[in-house]
């Protein structure tokens, strides 16, 4: 694969995906390469790249040979995702809160954070995409590369059912991330750990109720 394919492969992958997180992309949607070939202007060979790199994280799945489809997680895999997540990410908090660099990391996420409260309602892929963000961020001043690339992968996985499709988690998101930021940067382990560890309990217990209740 030359250089412009790859390229072209990339973005296509970067537009799927985007287009499976915010739910423009059901799960069950078949990805059937010449209409999202003609969808995205490009020919079917980015499109079949994209949807390899879609299947390699878990977004998009082949059964038997068959076209490939948006993945539908389970609410036991999605239950798997976040004990893990909680796993990884309270220890991530927790080394955050010793690094030197919190400071200058965090207080612009604080920042953006604080807009979202006193101005206007950010839409849903705003709010979602700065909490991707905040958490690898968080994940990345641990120090541990491994880490972030387990943390990334299931976060991504966890986005799927974000605030976008649990609209009445932004608020009290926004809260918690300050929380878990406020522990980080006052050098507070064990704080910023259980804050961490408040704020992934009450993500899942919100996709419990989404999906028990889901009107």
Request: proline share 5%.
């Amino acid at each position: 694969m030359n250089e412009s394919t790859k390229t072209l492969g990339d973005t296509a992958f970067q537009r799927l995906k985007a287009m499976i997180l915010d739910g423009t992309l059901e799960p069950g949607t078949l990805l059937r390469e010449k209409k999202f070939a003609d969808l995205l202007g490009v020919s079917r060979t980015p499109v079949r790249e994209a949807i390899g790199l879609l299947i390699s994280e878990g977004l998009a799945r082949r059964v038997d040979g068959s076209t490939p489809v948006v993945s539908r997680v389970s609410l036991s895999e999605i239950m798997e995702i976040l004990h893990a997540r909680s796993l990884l990410e309270c220890e991530t908090a927790r080394k955050a809160a010793q690094s030197m660099q919190a400071v200058e990391t965090l207080l612009p996420f604080r920042a953006r954070i604080l807009g979202f409260l006193e101005g206007p309602r950010p839409e849903s892929r705003v709010h979602s995409d700065l909490d991707a963000q905040l958490h690898l961020e968080i994940a990345r001043l641990a120090g541990s590369k491994l880490l972030c690339e387990l943390i990334e992968g299931l976060k991504t996985r966890t986005r799927m059912f974000d605030q976008g499709s649990i609209p009445e988690r932004l608020l009290p998101g926004c809260y918690e991330h300050l929380a878990i930021i406020d522990a980080i940067t006052a050098q507070q382990p064990e704080t910023a750990a259980a804050a961490m560890k408040l704020h992934l309990t009450n993500v899942r217990e919100a996709i419990i109720a989404r999906i028990n209740h889901p009107f």
